[in-house]
Each structure stands twice: as structure tokens, then as C-alpha cells.
């Protein structure tokens, strides 16, 4: 056969390479077009729907120990005060919004009425946190958040925390450096904590989340420390972790409790910080470090792209879980260029597989349209007695701390806010999404609360146990300095209004000027876990025009009287009684035998185990037995081990029965040790314990 020459050769045929190039561009744009190049579609944003991201990302702890009692540890020296500066760099997120009509403004009707007559309650305790500088950061701005346990609401800033008692608002400790918190850990958590903190109150299991980010001198953040106290103390003792997350700089973590991790949400950057990556998910191992075992992380996607929007994780209030087994959901900000929507991902987290770990697109329920808040500067919200270049940070390119997540049982619900800009000044867009783990998500409820020519952002939302809404924020303007101020609604309420009206938290007396404009960074709105009803809110204000000298207040205040009751069922009217005919000796009435009260208690089997001396596990099931309808979940907590001997417990919190393991170590003294179990569950809370004897034989 004659063989062709590379002239006469298909492939390198004129007509056959043009038209290859040309197949090969379109399907290039093909790509595109679906998202697949770009880091996820402008309206799904990240893995598509129910499609399970395949790169699982597993880390752990570097280190883990258990710190000093804080009470005991010094606060912080004088010496360690750094020079004045702007707090950790904050990159803008790049945005790509298209500014429509706001459709969700709250009716004047309704904001006037209120604005006249406000309903919403003046506040129980008020006073002042942290100040300037904030236990040696000497920087702006405070990040200021913070939680409230059983007995006591615990504030932190950059770079310092505060224990204070919450029935009086007397402070309990510190300030103390955040840094403190590591003293004698090691590595950058103890020696270049770098701030962005965030205090939570895991209320299933009555323990205090302290966390902050560090990174080498001149490098970016790539680390996140996180400690988990040992008790409801939060001056005791705690459970400290170094997390390494890579060499990118990880910004803006924002933390969250779930029932089987710790959750976290970070805006990556490159490590110059002029890139934005996306945003990445990452899930602790709640179980070992509430145990004070090492701990994993794992992230199951790595940065989504630089397209995709920032997110955060949902925040467990009140006291009933979800449902069994329900991913943790993460909500998006809607700032895509069109279709704007809330993308609600899914995390399920699997530690002992980490390869069964998914994130996935769940759904995308869309967003009213608004236009952005001052989307290309910082210099952007007034106060009274500055001038422009004073303007405040307006931070309207993501949603802003927490996204709470509430079960009500028959729904459940996850609310949020974010700024926008609405009639010329910023506005507080809040929302309620529904149904977030079940599907399907729908938005319940959604407006812009902007009543006046007031500018109001920085907010935070929550809803107490009976379904009232509240949003604590900023307010300014060119008339009056930053004040603290809180918007309500009850659930019996019209939706998509704030109907309770505004009420004034503080009001600052003072403008900031010349610290680069930034401001809050974030605020918190937090629930009361003994009552379900009482919101404790913090953020900044100034006292007088300056630089660098912000102070921070505290406040509760609540909507609804007490926890949330049940229906009641209505009485029948009562049929007359006949007058009866007269006995000689009248037969008493019967006493009514009373209705009990919810309640449970504990048992443990077996009541002893022995383990050899060498070492080895023992193994116990204790259970819980309702009674009076009880049906919430118990947190258990195991006390009285020998020195050696650890316990964990699955599940924790429990509703039926736990397995109890105790890991007891060859340098466990020989003896007979009994311990004790204890249970802590219902609203209000009650404790039950149980015991069990520990037996470490003599002989193997």
C-alpha cells in the first residue's frame, strides 16, 4: 500500500485543524458555561445538586493538652501592649452583584407606627464590656461577640475575654488575654494569636468554645486554636487544640455548634491576600475534644473558587436537636450576578470514614433583589462630626454572625442578616429560611428593615423559643454618632415585618476616626439556655471622638416571658351539679392524684468491671428513663476516674441509652475506683446521676 505523505495525512490536514480548534473552543465554553471551570454556576455556587464533592481534606490537632484553671492564669503583661494598628487584615470579597429594586422594604406604614409607639421591651441588665485595647491588641476593630451558659455570659474581643456573672453583670474575670488561654501551650497559639475570635456556649453539652486565629511573625493566618473548657466554668480548665490549615491565609472564621462537630466557615486568600480562593468548610471533631482525646478536622472541598460567595454554618439553639442524623446546613450570601439565592449546602461528616464525608449543593431558594452596600469602599457610613474619609466599614459582601438554626419540632427554621443599601442609607435585610435539612428550603419570611435616613447595619439575628425574631446593630449618620439599637418582631406578628418597633441599647457618644475605617467586624445576638427567652446582645460604640478608643457594651433584653409552654387544651364549661341528697355521714371527696412533671433518671450496667493490669477498656450502657413526658435530650459527663482513665460516651447528648467506654492506661495505680454519671436535660434543666465502680486488678 502507498503510503500517504503528512500532506495527504488527516491529522494534519488545513481544513481538519481549523475544525478541531473550533470543536475544541466550544466545548471549552461548554465548561464554562455549566460552571465547571469556574469554581460553581452564578446561581448554584459550589458542588451541584446532591452531587458529593470527592476531595476530603483530613488535618490533625499538632498538639492537645489541657490548660491551667484561667482563674489562675495571669491575665496579661503590660509589656506584651503591641503598637496601635488595624486589626488583622479584613480582604473584600469580590463582588459581582447586579443592584435591583428592593421588594422587601418594610412597609412605611408599619415602620412609622412603630417608630411613634414602639412595643419592643427596654433592656434588663446593660452595661460595659472589654475597652480599648483590648487586653494588649491596641487595635481596631474589636470583633466584639460573645455567650451566655447557665450562670454566666462570657465576652471576647481581639485580642481579650471576659467571664462576667449574668445575674448581675458583675465581672467574674479577666480581662484576660485570649493568648492567655494557651499559656505554656507552645507554637502560634500561644505566642502570635492574631484575633478574629468567636466565644460559643455549647449548650448540649454545658461546655465554653474559645477560639481565635494565629500565624507566623509576617506570614498569613494558616492556623486556628481552639479550646473547649472541661466544665460549665468558664475560669476553669480547659481542652487546647492547634489546628494547622495550610499555607493559604484563611480569613474570618466564623464557628458553630452541631451535634456531631464543631463547624467552621473561613474566606480563603491567597497567602499575600490578594486573591480570593472562596470560602471553606471544616468540621472539628466535637466528640474527642469535648473528651480532650486529639482531634481531626476535615474539609471537604478545599477553597470553593473564587466565584463562589462566602457562607455560614448553622448554630443549634434551643433544646430540641435536629433531626437524627441531619448534615449540618450552611447558608450563602446571595451575591450572585443573577438569580441571586440563599445556596444551602449540606456537610455530613463522617470521623471514622472521612472518605464518607460529603458537601453538597442541597438547594438554592432565591433572594429579593436589592442594591449593595457601598460594594468598592470602606469609607462608606457616616457619623456626626467627621468627615467623609471617617466614613464607617459597611461590610455588605456576606452574611453577618450567626446563622441560628432552631427545630420547633413540626418545622425548623435558620435566620440570618446581612446590609444593603435601601433608600440612599444601609438597611438590615434579615430572613427566615425553613426546613433546611429535610427539605424542601423555602424562605419563609424576608424584608429590609429601614425605617428612616438612619444608617443601620452590623446586625445579628436570633429567635427565642417561642418564635420571636430579634436583631441587634449598628446605627449612624451624619447627625448622631454609633449608637447599639435592637429591632423585634413576635411570631403572632404580620411576616416579613419587624412589628415590635426599635429600642435603643446605648447610645455612643463619641465618632471614630483614623483607624482605616473599619468597624465591628461582627456582633452577636446569643439565646439564654436556662430560659429560651432571653436575648444577650454585644457590640462597639465609641464615648468620645478619637482614634483607637472603642468600647464595648453588653445588654439582655427579652420578648416573652418565660420558656415556650404548649398549647393548652381548653376546659369544657362545667355542667351543674345537682344539689345532692343529705347522707348522714358525707363520703369525702377523692384527693386528684397529681400530674408529674417531666423528669428522668440514670442507671448504669454493669454496676463493676474489671480490667487487667496492663490496661484496657471497660464498657457500660447507661440509660435513660423518662418519666411525666419527658422527651428531651441528656447530656451525660462522666467524673471520679482514677488518674489514667478516660471516659467517652455514645451518643452525647442522649434520649434513650449511651454507651459509656473508659480507656484506662497501664500507669493506672491498682485499686477499686467508683465514679459517678451525670445527666443534664429538660427546660428547665435538671441533673441526674448515676454510679459504677472502676476495678484495675492486681494481677494480669
Not at 440570618?416 to 428550603?441: D, I, K
Not at 345537682?578 to 348522714?584: I, S
Not at 400530674?595 to 493490669?613: E, Q, Y
Amino acid at each position: 500500500m502507498k503510503r500517504k505523505s503528512a500532506a495527504e495525512s488527516a491529522f494534519f490536514s488545513p481544513r481538519f485543524l481549523v475544525g478541531f480548534i473550533l470543536c475544541l473552543i466550544g466545548a471549552v465554553l461548554a465548561l464554562f458555561g455549566f460552571g465547571l471551570l469556574s469554581g460553581g454556576s452564578a446561581s448554584a455556587q459550589g458542588p451541584n445538586q446532591n452531587q458529593a464533592s470527592s476531595d476530603i481534606e483530613v488535618g490533625a490537632s499538632y498538639r492537645n493538652d489541657v490548660s491551667p484553671p484561667m482563674r489562675d492564669v495571669p491575665p496579661w503583661a503590660a509589656a506584651g501592649l503591641k503598637p496601635q494598628h488595624e486589626a488583622n487584615e479584613n480582604p473584600k470579597v469580590p463582588y459581582r452583584h447586579k443592584d435591583s429594586a428592593d421588594p422587601v422594604i418594610q412597609k412605611t406604614s408599619v415602620s412609622i407606627r412603630n417608630m411613634v409607639a414602639p412595643n419592643v421591651p427596654s433592656p434588663l441588665l446593660n452595661f460595659d464590656g472589654i475597652l480599648f485595647p483590648g487586653v494588649g491588641c491596641n487595635c481596631a476593630p474589636p470583633d466584639t461577640n460573645g455567650a451566655v451558659g447557665k450562670t454566666q455570659y462570657v465576652q471576647i474581643v481581639n485580642e481579650g475575654y471576659q467571664v462576667f456573672d449574668k445575674a448581675t453583670g458583675n465581672s467574674v474575670l479577666g480581662p484576660n488575654s485570649i493568648s492567655s488561654v494557651w499559656t505554656g501551650f507552645g507554637g502560634v497559639c500561644e505566642t502570635s494569636g492574631s484575633g478574629d475570635p468567636v466565644m460559643l456556649y455549647d449548650h448540649l453539652a454545658d461546655r465554653w468554645v474559645i477560639t481565635q486565629f494565629a500565624g507566623a511573625s509576617g506570614g498569613p493566618i494558616t492556623d486556628e486554636c481552639v479550646a473547649v473548657s472541661t466544665s460549665a466554668d468558664a475560669t476553669g480548665t480547659y481542652n487546647r487544640y492547634g489546628f494547622h490549615l495550610g499555607t493559604n491565609f484563611f480569613d474570618y472564621p466564623k464557628l458553630s455548634v452541631w451535634t456531631d462537630a464543631y463547624y467552621m466557615s473561613m474566606n480563603v486568600f491567597n497567602a499575600a491576600g490578594t486573591s480570593y480562593l472562596g470560602p471553606q468548610a471544616f468540621a472539628f471533631n466535637r466528640t474527642n475534644m469535648l473528651a480532650g482525646l486529639p482531634a481531626t478536622f476535615i474539609s471537604p472541598t478545599g477553597p470553593l473558587g473564587g466565584s463562589v460567595d462566602p457562607f455560614l454554618p448553622a448554630d443549634i439553639d434551643g433544646p430540641t436537636l435536629p433531626p437524627t442524623g441531619a448534615p449540618v446546613t450552611f447558608v450563602g450570601f446571595p451575591g450572585q450576578a443573577f438569580n441571586p439565592n440563599y445556596t444551602t449546602y449540606h456537610f455530613h461528616v463522617d470521623f471514622a470514614t472521612p472518605a464518607n464525608s460529603t458537601f453538597t449543593t442541597f438547594a438554592t431558594p432565591p433572594a429579593a433583589g436589592f442594591t449593595a452596600l457601598c460594594p468598592t469602599t470602606r469609607s462608606c457610613v457616616p457619623q456626626a462630626g467627621t468627615s467623609s474619609r471617617d466614613n464607617l466599614d459597611g461590610i455588605g459582601d456576606r452574611l453577618m454572625f450567626r446563622a441560628a438554626y432552631r427545630n420547633f419540632g413540626t418545622y425548623e427554621s435558620v435566620v440570618s442578616n446581612y446590609s444593603v443599601s435601601a433608600g440612599g442609607v444601609a438597611g438590615v435585610r434579615w430572613f427566615e429560611l425553613r426546613n433546611v435539612t429535610a427539605g424542601p428550603v423555602t424562605v419563609f419570611q424576608e424584608s429590609t428593615y429601614q425605617p428612616d435616613t438612619t444608617w443601620r447595619w452590623m446586625g445579628s439575628a436570633a429567635m427565642d423559643g417561642q418564635g420571636n425574631l430579634a436583631i441587634g446593630f449598628s446605627a449612624s449618620s451624619s447627625t448622631i454618632n454609633p449608637q447599639l439599637r435592637y429591632a423585634a418582631r413576635l411570631a403572632t406578628d404580620p411576616l416579613n415585618t419587624l412589628g415590635q418597633g426599635e429600642a435603643h441599647l446605648f447610645d455612643g457618644t463619641g465618632s471614630q476616626t483614623g483607624t482605616s475605617n473599619r468597624w465591628g467586624d461582627y456582633s452577636a445576638l446569643v439565646i439564654d439556655p436556662v430560659d429560651d427567652a432571653t436575648f444577650w446582645y454585644t457590640n462597639e460604640y465609641y464615648s468620645a471622638n478619637g482614634s483607637f478608643n472603642w468600647r464595648t457594651r453588653i445588654a439582655s433584653f427579652k420578648l416573652a416571658s418565660a420558656a415556650p409552654t404548649p398549647t393548652p387544651t381548653p376546659t369544657p364549661a362545667p355542667t351543674p351539679t345537682p344539689t345532692p341528697t343529705a347522707t348522714p355521714t358525707p363520703t369525702p371527696a377523692p384527693t386528684p392524684t397529681p400530674t408529674p412533671a417531666p423528669d428522668f433518671s440514670l442507671s448504669i450496667t454493669p454496676s463493676s468491671v474489671t480490667v487487667p493490669r496492663g490496661g484496657g477498656t471497660a464498657s457500660y450502657t447507661v440509660a435513660i428513663a423518662p418519666t411525666g413526658g419527658f422527651n428531651s435530650p441528656v447530656t451525660l459527663s462522666v467524673s471520679g476516674l482514677p488518674a489514667g482513665a478516660t471516659g467517652s460516651l455514645s451518643p452525647n447528648p442522649a434520649t434513650g441509652s449511651s454507651a459509656l467506654t473508659i480507656t484506662v492506661s497501664s500507669s493506672t495505680a491498682r485499686g477499686t475506683y467508683p465514679f459517678t454519671v451525670s445527666g443534664t436535660g429538660g427546660s428547665p434543666p435538671a441533673t441526674r446521676t448515676t454510679t459504677a465502680t472502676l476495678i484495675k486488678a492486681a494481677r494480669k
